[in-house]
């Protein structure tokens, strides 16, 4: 008797095709009680993590100096040479130096941040900007006017100059010209 029911409940899931009710009862649940997924891209926009690398920018200090000091280190640690820096001294002050010039192709770039690591002085950041789709690849070789534009839109909170910084320095009369010289 007990094989006879057993047979008798295949026959009618078979004869009500019972697998493809099961498929279309969850199909109907999820059209009924539907969320989208989708983001709608250009006017919502997906949170990025924290540690996210995108455009590289030059940052500034918060009295509007460059912090760069043209020590080259980001383009000797760049992998895919896509920094090129030229540097130059200070008039009246040789110890000092600056970038003249700054140039990045970002055709070429890997976004790995090891020039960001490699920095000395923390003048290079990664934005969280990643729209930079153009038709012609000449405009992101980027100068020193446009990544310093970048880090300013990036990063509006800025840090002070290093000699305002660490107060030893101005006892030690590096930055400040007009303060007597220490005494030994």
């Not at 007990?2 to 279309?24: C, D, H, N, P």
């Not at 008039?91 to 920095?119: H, I, N, S």
């Not at 969280?128 to 038709?135: I, K, P, R």
């Amino acid at each position: 008797m007990r094989g006879a029911s057993v047979k008798f409940r295949q026959w009618v899931k078979t004869l009500t095709f019972y697998e493809i009710l099961m498929g279309m009862k969850a199909t109907l649940m999820h059209f009924l009680h539907y969320r989208p997924v989708t983001i709608q891209y250009p006017h919502e926009r997906k949170p990025l993590p924290h540690n996210y690398r995108g455009m590289l920018a030059l940052l500034r200090y918060d009295d509007g100096t460059e912090k760069c000091v043209g020590c080259d280190l980001c383009e000797a640690a760049c992998p895919s040479r896509v920094i090129r820096v030229y540097s130059a001294e200070v008039p009246g002050e040789p110890t000092k130096r600056y970038a003249k010039e700054y140039y990045m192709d970002m055709t070429r770039c890997l976004f790995c941040g090891l020039c960001v690591q490699a920095c000395p002085v923390d003048a290079l950041g990664m934005s969280q900007e990643y729209e930079w789709a153009v038709y012609d690849k000449r405009d992101l070789l980027l100068c020193k006017e446009q990544l310093l534009a970048i880090g300013d839109r990036a990063f509006p909170v800025r840090e002070k100059p290093l000699e305002f910084q660490h107060p030893n320095v101005a006892y030690f009369n590096v930055a400040f010209h007009h303060l007597p010289p220490k005494d030994d």
